[in-house]
């Protein structure tokens, strides 16, 4: 806590490190060389704007947590107890090399799984593991959770993951936000769009199954069932070439099969996709109409509606109407999803490419439970998994089909080292754990995913206790597995590889880039807009996607062309309700849950449910419900709410476990059944039936559950 004989705070530049499309531009307030004070969004960046979410305006808390990890620990009790003792570095690095050395000696080197993801979205210190895991052919790592249904489902359109500039959303005439609930996943997406409503009257439609923060500012809601977005868009494109909305010039110019594409859409008319959506044929045709009148229209595509099993080609049905109308060809109009492509970074150092054994089996993030369990389909025939080490992520609460996940991680055979923050719940499964530094505590690189700047985030306090830095563990361990002296990475300081990584993609160096704060990757107009053509070698925008393009899966299911897939969960009259488990605004995944303003805030897990359906189910505000489908049961407070369809219940997340009142978090539910044609996790298409438990005493909220 703060020093009293300090000197007055200083402002520093920084990057929010967290896994969300912002990658705001910070300013932090550093009160001494170990404290932080409030965190700013950087006035001067243009998509920031001064604009940051209050979950990491309020970073102090969670840098100076009290619950922060500070030493290493040992694991005293039974997995998942809590019991730990503490023990030093040196002794615990020894201990993680001896037991992966151990296994590799009696399973070989594919036994040993390095998993991780994105609870820093730095560079170096988030995928630096994999210069470990090539050094040592350690198994591969597909990774799969958040964007695999999203990324190949706009590709399959445009040929490459980049579009509209996000920031031409200020002027632009209609903006259509497309499964994301952007005030609570990245806030700055609603201050481009509020400009463009207050300075040119701009319009906002939301397409989301629920009334959620960001619908409720919409000009215009479309409430549609989850994993119907590909029908929604049929219908819409249906309107388009009956009234005249279709650039038939842009099209013929443009795009692969215009013709087929319009044969095909006439049987999907409005009362076609009502009936698979719940909107009404009006709302379709409304709405449809507003966007063929509209030159200046932006689809802001999200992750949102990607997660169901047809996720993919929804994503890519409505990537489509921008192809239909030539929105592409105005400023402010095109579409937007990602800007993945735009950065060409050359990853040879910080991943160690240049040492990869590409025969080294793949083994799927998603997939957790069944590697662990030792699915041998998953295991590609391989040995079993027997040691771990974890950064970054906590699968024990965010992967899906979680019985199986604990099970595995249950494991009187598997070693697990988890390098955290804080002791989550896959931490407390852990045989060693080891604790790592905030993003104010080390240097990193950042790219912006929905925007269009790389920055750096340096060390600005003194780490926490004697947590350490993710790249000093990984380099630690190479020397101790005797893989020190394969790669010059692991000689090199994170500031070392930042430099070189920079100059190596074409950049400016480390020290011009942190003085000037940001670099704008922006592509120009012409390209960014496609006018130079999408990103297949025919230049065109493809209606008829080569699904085998993007994707590893078995696609012969597919459809051709835009449609309702029908491969999700659909109800069933024993599971009649459809949930979506979509972001809590004051958590990020599973972080934040520690911070006790965002738990207060979110109060404790909750199911929204239909007024109707609550009636009918004998449910009551506040009562206890039970959700359970083949996979499990989850008991949780109904909430009542009558912004959904019937039929459909929302369950905000992602809270720890513990916070349920059976200790079984939201992800007992769904499913990790690897769609086409990319793999990933459907988390928002889970078929559940719903129980009123009226008689069993309610939860306390979060702040009185014990740690
Ligand atoms: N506060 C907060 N911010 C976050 C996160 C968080 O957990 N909390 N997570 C971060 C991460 S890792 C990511 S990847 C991004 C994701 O951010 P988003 O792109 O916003 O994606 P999701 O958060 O999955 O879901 C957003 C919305 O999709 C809706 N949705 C679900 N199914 C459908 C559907 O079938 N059709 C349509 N049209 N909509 C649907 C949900 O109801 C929800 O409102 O956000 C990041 N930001
Ligand atoms: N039901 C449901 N489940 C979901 C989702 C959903 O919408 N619904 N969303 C899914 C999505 S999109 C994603 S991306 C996943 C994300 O799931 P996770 O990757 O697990 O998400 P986070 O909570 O962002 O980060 C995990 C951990 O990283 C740690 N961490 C942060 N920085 C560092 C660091 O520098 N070093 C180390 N060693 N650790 C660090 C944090 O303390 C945190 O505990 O969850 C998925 N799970
Ligand atoms: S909006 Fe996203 S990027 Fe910006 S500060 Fe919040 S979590 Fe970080
Ligand atoms: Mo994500």
Redesign the pocket.
Known sequence: MPDSSAAKPTRHHSVC???CPSTCALDVERIDSRTIGRVYGHADNDYTAGVICAKVARYAERVHHPDRLKTPLRRIGEKGDGRFAPLSWNDALDEVANAFIRAEQKHGSETVWPYF????M?LV??DGINRLRHAKRYAGYFQS??VNLSWPGYMAGTGTLRGTDPREMAESDLVVIWGTNAVATQVNVMHHVTRARKERGAKLVVIDPYRNATAETADLHLMLRPGTDGALACGVMHVLFKEGFADRAYLAKFTDVPDELERHLQTRDPAWASSITGLSADEIVGFARLYGQTKRSFLRLG??FS?SRNGSANMHAASCLAAVTGAWQHRGGGAFHSNGAIYHWNRTLIEGLDIEDPVTRLLDQSRIGAVLTGDKADLKDGPPVTAMLI?????M????NQTRVRAGFSRDDLFTCV????L?E?AQMADIV?P????LE?DDLYQGGGNQYIQIGRKLIEPVGESR??HAVICELARRLGVADTHRGFKMSAWEIVDWTLKASGWPDAETLAAQKWHDCQPEFEHAHFLDGFKHPDGRFRFAPDWSKVGVKDISTMPRLPDHWNVIEVATEEHPFRLV???ARNF????FTETPTSSKREARPTVMIHPEDARTLGVTEGGLVRLGNRRGSVLLHARIFDGVQRGVIVSE??WPNRHFIEGKG??TL?GDDSPAPNGG?A??DTAVWVRGEAARAARPLAEEVPA
């Not at 993801?117 to 820093?120: C, K, N």
């Not at 609460?397 to 899906?400: M, S």
């Not at 790592?436 to 993003?439: D, V």
Request: charged share 10%.
């Open positions: 490190p967290h896994d993801y994105a609870g820093t730095g210190q988030r959770i958040c992750y949102g997660r950064q970054n992520t906590n699968p609460v965010v992967a899906p390098h955290e923050q804080f989550t896959t080891l790592a530094t905030t993003f080390h830095e993710n488990t979509a972001p990020l995944n599973s972080s997340s992602v939201i992800n769904t996790a988390f928002h």
